[in-house]
């Protein structure tokens, strides 16, 4: 991506973000990547890069483990692997073994299901292969601890073996030599030590010529001498040359090792390679994470459609300083690809500016932006911005000559795949002249097709957006009533400078601020002053709109609360149901049940008695029972449908239903708590509590 001027990075501060990023990687190669991170204008590229950022920031949000935890240096030991006869020491060779291992665990991770859903990650795996006897030709000569195993070689075994026997006559000759010693009372508290990797004995030093040996050197003080005894010295020796072939033998083992690894420096310095750049992508995972950075959806072709967009340093320093920020939303389309804005001085005009301009690097950096899902971005070829005072003293250039200056590269090189930031355009001249010399730029960026944002106070650029295809307005939001910016762009108007009331806000007496009104050219200020209680009305029509939502949202909850309870009522009806038709199969079962157990014991006794007609009568008796249950049932249902219960004050001459026997009849006489009823042509003595009052129901209209 080409940028304007070479200062256009930083002035968008786009090197704080790259400073973000490189505290967030943990390898030398990592932080190497975020120093020399480009511009791209690839589309493929961005959204690989995006894509990958976005797959390892999901990692992160569901704790999932990704193995890439190798962040040692090893450029020296790759190095060295190039230069033949070199040696790697048992340390070097570990790191390599690490390397090595976490090659295999990344490879291990990525299995078929984990390739499909993390795409981006698994490609950077691509031509990339796990080779395991770079870890096996390292284990077989090293340890755990990196030392070279003694079965390395068979003359590292034998020089080892024999090592091991003289050390241990060296130990048992001194043990008797110290107890001699100590007999004759000339060992000091030290008793033995070693120097010049020779093992000796501490003698008081007036002792010193009572011992045969050789003398190595005196404490501080010079009252201890360290002597080698006489008896020792040919083992001592012994030792010291088979210490050597040691070394020697060693030296050998670690040159081969070093000249067999040779052959996959190669492969060693690409596993190195993919561990730096899985720890750049985690570095942008966790940047995101910062700024609440998203994957927006990338356009083919330049576009800004940015929805609740934040600057990202600016959204790190509120957040600091528990500071609510206010998001912007831009559209910048083929339609409208100029955004004039207006308003008041501190309203948020730069910040606006700086924001798109900063998401839109980032976003080409391959970077997660601050923005909703929902925004989209396209690609852009080259990027210009005019930002502040741009006074050259190198070439004797005023801040306006130095504006039409890079005015002029604007027009020159500016084309339909061009974005472009202007602040204050026309601003160092005469209001009149500079704000001619503004249309005239605005025009021609507008002619080529160009994509930009402008900042200004000019009221002919304002009007222009009405008149030039192409050129839209936006302002700042201003809260007049309380003289305070609100920091909320507001597209499709212009907006007042709000010179006025800022004075007013500042405390400037009201009789120069009358003086002023009077100075000011009458249209200018008519409209100046129209746009000032537009945009007043506007904010009072989005505040009613705001609450007219907000009673919406409230209706919608209500709404959706009666349905829940609508849905658990109809519920708690299904189950009741569900449990009485249940609880009346119960019934039924324990009745068959009942049943069963019953014929049971009767086919028993009817094997067992001679009396087979008392067991028949014992059989007919419970079957019957259960056929006079069944036309009594049909018998109170047949009643239910012909007569209505209507109370149970029961009065000589009601018609009554006797609940036991659900029988009908006509009550003729109350005898204390009992009453006769007539059923028929016979009388019945039943129990008052018995009687219920009924009358005949109404019989059904037949259809004409």
Same mark, same amino acid.
């Given at each position: 991506?080409?940028?304007?001027?070479?200062?256009?990075?930083?002035?968008?501060?786009?090197?704080?973000?790259?400073?973000?990023?490189?505290?967030?990687?943990?390898?030398?190669?990592?932080?190497?990547?975020?120093?020399?991170?480009?511009?791209?204008?690839?589309?493929?590229?961005?959204?690989?890069?995006?894509?990958?950022?976005?797959?390892?920031?999901?990692?992160?949000?569901?704790?999932?483990?990704?193995?890439?935890?190798?962040?040692?240096?090893?450029?020296?030991?790759?190095?060295?692997?190039?230069?033949?006869?070199?040696?790697?020491?048992?340390?070097?060779?570990?790191?390599?073994?690490?390397?090595?291992?976490?090659?295999?665990?990344?490879?291990?991770?990525?299995?078929?299901?984990?390739?499909?859903?993390?795409?981006?990650?698994?490609?950077?795996?691509?031509?990339?292969?796990?080779?395991?006897?770079?870890?096996?030709?390292?284990?077989?000569?090293?340890?755990?601890?990196?030392?070279?195993?003694?079965?390395?070689?068979?003359?590292?075994?034998?020089?080892?073996?024999?090592?091991?026997?003289?050390?241990?006559?060296?130990?048992?000759?001194?043990?008797?030599?110290?107890?001699?010693?100590?007999?004759?009372?000339?060992?000091?508290?030290?008793?033995?030590?070693?120097?010049?990797?020779?093992?000796?004995?501490?003698?008081?030093?007036?002792?010193?010529?009572?011992?045969?040996?050789?003398?190595?050197?005196?404490?501080?003080?010079?009252?201890?001498?360290?002597?080698?005894?006489?008896?020792?010295?040919?083992?001592?020796?012994?030792?010291?040359?088979?210490?050597?072939?040691?070394?020697?033998?060693?030296?050998?083992?670690?040159?081969?090792?070093?000249?067999?690894?040779?052959?996959?420096?190669?492969?060693?310095?690409?596993?190195?390679?993919?561990?730096?750049?899985?720890?750049?992508?985690?570095?942008?995972?966790?940047?995101?994470?910062?700024?609440?950075?998203?994957?927006?959806?990338?356009?083919?072709?330049?576009?800004?459609?940015?929805?609740?967009?934040?600057?990202?340093?600016?959204?790190?320093?509120?957040?600091?300083?528990?500071?609510?920020?206010?998001?912007?939303?831009?559209?910048? =389309?083929? =339609?409208?690809?100029?955004?004039?804005?207006?308003?008041?001085?501190?309203?948020?005009?730069?910040?606006?500016?700086?924001?798109?301009?900063?998401?839109?690097?980032?976003?080409?950096?391959?970077?997660?932006?601050?923005?909703?899902?929902?925004?989209?971005?396209?690609?852009?070829?080259?990027?210009?911005?005019?930002?502040? =005072?741009?006074?050259?003293?190198?070439?004797?250039?005023?801040?306006?000559?130095?504006?039409?200056?890079?005015?002029?590269?604007?027009?020159?090189?500016?084309?339909?795949?061009?974005?472009?930031?202007?602040?204050?355009?026309?601003?160092?001249?005469?209001?009149?002249?500079?704000?001619?010399?503004?249309?005239?730029?605005?025009?021609?960026?507008?002619?080529?097709?160009?994509?930009?944002?402008?900042?200004?106070?000019?009221?002919?650029?304002?009007?222009?957006?009405?008149?030039?295809?192409?050129?839209?307005?936006?302002?700042?939001?201003?809260?007049?009533?309380?003289?305070?910016?609100?920091?909320?762009?507001?597209?499709?108007?212009?907006?007042?400078?709000?010179?006025?009331?800022?004075?007013?806000?500042?405390?400037?007496?009201?009789?120069?601020?009358?003086?002023?009104?009077?100075?000011?050219?009458?249209?200018?200020?008519?409209?100046?002053?129209?746009?000032?209680?537009?945009?007043?009305?506007?904010?009072?029509?989005?505040?009613?709109?705001?609450?007219?939502?907000?009673?919406?949202?409230?209706?919608?909850?209500?709404?959706?609360?009666?349905?829940?309870?609508?849905?658990?009522?109809?519920?708690?009806?299904?189950?009741?149901?569900?449990?009485?038709?249940?609880?009346?199969?119960?019934?039924?079962?324990?009745?068959?049940?009942?049943?069963?157990?019953?014929?049971?014991?009767?086919?028993?006794?009817?094997?067992?008695?001679?009396?087979?007609?008392?067991?028949?009568?014992?059989?007919?008796?419970?079957?019957?029972?259960?056929?006079?249950?069944?036309?009594?049932?049909?018998?109170?249902?047949?009643?239910?449908?012909?007569?209505?219960?209507?109370?149970?004050?029961?009065?000589?001459?009601?018609?009554?239903?006797?609940?036991?026997?659900?029988?009908?009849?006509?009550?003729?006489?109350?005898?204390?708590?009992?009453?006769?009823?007539?059923?028929?042509?016979?009388?019945?003595?039943?129990?008052?509590?018995?009687?219920?009052?009924?009358?005949?129901?109404?019989?059904?209209?037949?259809?004409?």
């Amino acid at each position: 991506m080409k940028y304007f001027p070479d200062s256009a990075l930083v002035q968008l501060e786009f090197d704080k973000v790259q400073q973000l990023l490189q505290d967030h990687c943990k390898t030398e190669l990592g932080k190497q990547m975020a120093a020399e991170l480009r511009l791209h204008t690839h589309l493929d590229y961005v959204k690989t890069a995006l894509q990958q950022a976005h797959e390892y920031k999901q990692l992160t949000l569901l704790q999932e483990y990704f193995p890439n935890d190798f962040v040692i240096n090893i450029k020296s030991e790759l190095r060295l692997l190039g230069i033949q006869g070199a040696i790697l020491t048992g340390e070097q060779f570990m790191n390599l073994k690490k390397l090595a291992e976490s090659m295999h665990s990344i490879t291990r991770f990525f299995d078929s299901e984990r390739r499909i859903q993390y795409a981006g990650l698994a490609e950077v795996l691509n031509n990339t292969y796990y080779e395991k006897k770079i870890a096996l030709l390292i284990e077989e000569v090293l340890d755990e601890a990196g030392q070279v195993r003694d079965n390395a070689t068979p003359e590292l075994a034998k020089i080892r073996m024999n090592l091991y026997r003289k050390r241990n006559e060296v130990r048992r000759a001194f043990e008797r030599i110290l107890q001699r010693l100590n007999k004759q009372g000339y060992l000091a508290d030290i008793e033995e030590a070693f120097l010049s990797g020779r093992r000796v004995v501490a003698i008081f030093a007036e002792h010193k010529r009572m011992v045969k040996g050789i003398l190595h050197g005196e404490s501080d003080t010079r009252r201890t001498a360290f002597l080698e005894p006489e008896e020792t010295i040919e083992l001592n020796n012994e030792v010291f040359g088979l210490e050597h072939e040691e070394a020697k033998e060693v030296q050998k083992i670690l040159r081969t090792l070093t000249h067999q690894l040779s052959k996959y420096k190669d492969l060693l310095e690409h596993y190195y390679a993919v561990m730096g750049t899985y720890d750049f992508i985690r570095a942008k995972a966790k940047l995101a994470l910062d700024i609440n950075g998203n994957y927006p959806m990338l356009m083919p072709h330049p576009q800004v459609h940015l929805v609740e967009a934040y600057h990202p340093l600016l959204l790190l320093y509120n957040r600091k300083n528990n500071k609510p920020t206010i998001p912007v939303n831009v559209t910048l =389309d083929k =339609d409208g690809h100029i955004l004039v804005i207006s308003g008041p001085n501190a309203g948020g005009k730069t910040v606006t500016l700086k924001t798109v301009g900063l998401i839109q690097l980032m976003l080409q950096a391959g970077l997660l932006v601050p923005v909703h899902p929902t925004s989209q971005l396209g690609i852009f070829k080259n990027l210009m911005i005019h930002i502040g =005072d741009t006074q050259s003293l190198e070439f004797e250039l005023s801040t306006y000559s130095s504006h039409l200056k890079n005015m002029k590269h604007f027009m020159e090189n500016a084309n339909g795949k061009t974005l472009f930031f202007i602040d204050e355009l026309g601003s160092g001249s005469d209001p009149n002249l500079g704000g001619a010399f503004a249309e005239v730029i605005m025009e021609e960026l507008a002619r080529k097709h160009a994509f930009g944002i402008v900042t200004t106070h000019y009221l002919n650029l304002k009007i222009m957006a009405n008149k030039v295809k192409g050129i839209i307005n936006g302002a700042m939001g201003f809260d007049e009533e309380n003289l305070l910016p609100m920091y909320k762009l507001i597209v499709g108007k212009p907006g007042s400078s709000y010179t006025f009331s800022i004075a007013q806000r500042i405390g400037l007496n009201p009789a120069l601020i009358n003086r002023a009104k009077k100075l000011v050219d009458d249209g200018h200020f008519k409209l100046d002053k129209l746009l000032n209680k537009a945009e007043q009305d506007l904010q009072k029509v989005e505040q009613k709109e705001r609450e007219l939502q907000k009673l919406l949202r409230e209706n919608e909850k209500l709404k959706r609360e009666f349905e829940i309870l609508s849905d658990k009522e109809r519920k708690h009806q299904q189950v009741t149901l569900l449990k009485l038709q249940n609880k009346i199969r119960e019934e039924e079962i324990q009745y068959f049940k009942d049943m069963e157990r019953k014929m049971k014991q009767i086919l028993v006794e009817w094997k067992r008695t001679d009396d087979k007609q008392k067991v028949m009568k014992q059989a007919e008796a419970l079957l019957f029972k259960r056929k006079e249950k069944a036309i009594n049932d049909k018998f109170e249902k047949k009643v239910q449908d012909k007569f209505l219960e209507v109370g149970t004050d029961c009065k000589i001459g009601d018609q009554v239903k006797i609940k036991s026997n659900n029988t009908v009849g006509k009550l003729v006489e109350i005898r204390d708590k009992r009453g006769i009823v007539q059923v028929g042509t016979m009388p019945m003595n039943v129990k008052m509590s018995d009687l219920v009052v009924v009358k005949e129901k109404p019989k059904e209209k037949e259809n004409a």
